[in-house]
């Protein structure tokens, strides 16, 4: 999987690009947890085996939101776009076309 290595050499990336990658990469594989565990819910005939599952998704999606927090308040490109978008009501096309003709 492309994610589970750098692109560049690591001598040649800063410490922040190393963290960057190291919260994308983390919050990817929450993401995909929470996937997993969604899946297994759906297909479970066991209804206590089920609530376990959806519990286990959203301490996934707790994490995944922790990870986004990080990048919000490390990165200014993540900051500006996710304040943007969070949050916003109606179509997310217009609300780029707005913020858009913002700049």
């Known amino acids: ?3 589970e ?3 560049a050499p690591r001598e040649r990336l800063s410490t922040k690009t190393i963290s960057m990658h190291q919260a994308i990469v983390s919050l990817m594989e929450e993401l995909e947890a929470a996937d997993w565990y969604r ?4 297909d479970c005939e066991d ?6 599952l959806l519990h286990n998704m959203r301490e996934e999606i707790e994490h995944a939101s922790m990870i986004i927090e990080w990048l919000r308040r490390n990165n200014e490109d993540f900051a500006k776009q996710l304040k943007t978008y969070l949050f916003t009501e ?5 609300v780029e076309d707005e913020a858009e003709h913002r700049k």
């Open 1 to 3: 999987m492309s994610s």
């Open 5 to 7: 290595t750098l692109h």
């Open 39 to 42: 899946q297994r819910a759906d």
């Open 47 to 52: 209804a206590a085996l089920k609530q376990v």
């Open 90 to 94: 109606g179509n997310l096309l217009e």
